[in-house]
Structure formats: structure tokens, C-alpha cells
């Protein structure tokens, strides 16, 4: 893990791979945002949400993902309790999804919309509402898109995460791609994050086809795929300069997931 950020709710700062603070007592349960999503205070004082159901290590994949590769787009989770009554726990950030006019087509957030697709092409994140109107599956915080519910990610390659409408054409986030690229080349690293991502609670086979993935996204979209990842569409389009997501991309990472499925998923 090589990224560090300062999540905020109520005013208070909190690196995100610190997250023993979310193991702390329960002071007392607020809201139920859905049936399986409910809003608490701990004993310290931290707001948190509280993920409950069979597939609560999806949530902490992803949180794990995002930490890992420097996405900066889940707060920070933890797994809290025993087997049975087990929850995943994250630090409450107030969403501001509901505000008024909010433009989903500026340069700024379709950025965000490409690097949130990126994330959810790697978590394989099937449960996902499009952008410009009400949705469960993305918050806004404070004109930042993050995505938010994993509990249909990762068991099955998505090859279909992509918002064309928004992403295409867009600034590639190059901080996470060098990260990606440095841990491809990372044996250590990558045993470390495979035995990570299993500890959560995913299946050996999922962990290696995320990271897989992962890998992938570091490849295509690199600078020195600028040409190869050009389709005629592309050229057409005038999406020619450097480190922009293009169709040519696109494509190249939807025929890796497709063969995920066709060559890895269908046979186990």
C-alpha cells in the first residue's frame, strides 16, 4: 500500500489506513439507510456505517482496492465482530448527492466518473445506476463522485463498467496507473495484496482475477499504449492527445474480461 488520505466527517480528519478507530465500541444506532446499510456513533465518537449480510467482505475488498492502488475513493473499512454478527464498518461521509442542478458533465467530474469506472472494472461492481439522476450506488461529496455498495463485485468479471458517454476522452489518472504499474512489477507486493484481499473474505479466485484485472488497467492505459489503444472511432472522434482514455482502451479492457470469463470463470 503506497497511498494516504485525509477522509473528513464532522469536521475530523482521518488517514485512511488507520482504521483501528473503527473497532471501537457501539454508542448507539441512527438511521437504516437501506435494509442492509445502517448509520451508528461509536464509543469514540466516530460516525460510521455499518454493512450487515453474507456479502459484507465485499465491502472490504474494495475498500482494500482503493487503498492499495491510490483510487482515494472508499473510506476506510474494517471488519468488527465475530462470524456470526459480523458487520463491515465504514467512516460515515455525508453524501450531497441530492444537490440541485449538479452538473455530471463537466471536465472535473467526468474525470472522476473515469477513474470510479476504472475502480469498478477491477472490483468487477455489477449494481450500478448511470450518472444524472438519483442513485443508491454513488455519492457526491463535495463535487466528488464515489461509488459506493459492492455487494454484487468481484465474484464474476463485468466487462461492461464503462459511462462512454462521460469517461471517453477523459485524463487517465496516471498517479494510480504509476501505482499499478509499480506493483505489477512487485512480486512481494502482489503476494502480500493477494493474501490481503483473501483475509476479507473473497475467494482465492476472485482475488487473482481482481488483480489480474488491475494489472491489465496498468497496461492499456499506460503512455506508451497511446497509439495501440486508438480505434478508428477514436481518430475520428479527435481523441488523439496523451494520457486520455479512448475507445481503442476500452475495447482492449472489455476483451480481458470477457476472456476472464470464457477461459477461467466458466471452467471452476
Known amino acids: 500500500m503506497e497511498a494516504s488520505h485525509n477522509w473528513s466527517t464532522d469536521g475530523t480528519p482521518v ?25 451508528v456513533v461509536l464509543e469514540n465518537g466516530v460516525h460510521a456505517v455499518e454493512f450487515s449480510g453474507p456479502r459484507i467482505h465485499n465491502e472490504m475488498a474494495a475498500y482494500l482496492v482503493s487503498d492499495e492502488f491510490g483510487f482515494e475513493l472508499i473510506p476506510p473499512t474494517e471488519l468488527v465482530g465475530e462470524e456470526e454478527d459480523q458487520v463491515a464498518r465504514r467512516l460515515f461521509v455525508r453524501s450531497n448527492l441530492d444537490t440541485p442542478g449538479f452538473d455530471y458533465m463537466n471536465k472535473q467530474t467526468r474525470e472522476q466518473i473515469l477513474k470510479v469506472d476504472l475502480f469498478d472494472y477491477i472490483t468487477a461492481r455489477r449494481d450500478r445506476q448511470g450518472y444524472g439522476r438519483f442513485s443508491e450506488n454513488h455519492m457526491v461529496i463535495n463535487g466528488t463522485v464515489l461509488p459506493s ?9 463485468e466487462p461492461d463498467t464503462f459511462n462512454r458517454r462521460h469517461s471517453l476522452g477523459q485524463v487517465l489518472p496516471l498517479p494510480v496507473l504509476a501505482n499499478i504499474n509499480r506493483f505489477a512489477k512487485d512480486p512481494e507486493r502482489i503476494a502480500r495484496f493477494r493474501e490481503k484481499l483473501e483475509a476479507s473474505g473473497i475467494s482465492a479466485r476472485s482475488a487473482q482475477a481482481a488483480i489480474d484485472r488491475a494489472i491489465k488497467v496498468g497496461q ?49
Open 15 to 39: 488517514e485512511s489506513d488507520n482504521t483501528g478507530l473503527l473497532s471501537a465500541g457501539l454508542l448507539r444506532r441512527e438511521m437504516r439507510l437501506s435494509p442492509r446499510v445502517q448509520e
Open 149 to 157: 455498495d459492492f455487494e454484487m463485485a468481484f465474484d464474476r468479471p
Open 220 to 268: 492499456v492505459c499506460s503512455p506508451s499504449n497511446r497509439f495501440q489503444g486508438l480505434s478508428i472511432q477514436d481518430i475520428a472522434a479527435g481523441r488523439l492527445q496523451k494520457h486520455i482514455f479512448t475507445l481503442g482502451m476500452l475495447n482492449e479492457l472489455k476483451d480481458f474480461a470477457e476472456s476472464q470469463i470464457d477461459t477461467y470463470f466458466r471452467l471452476h
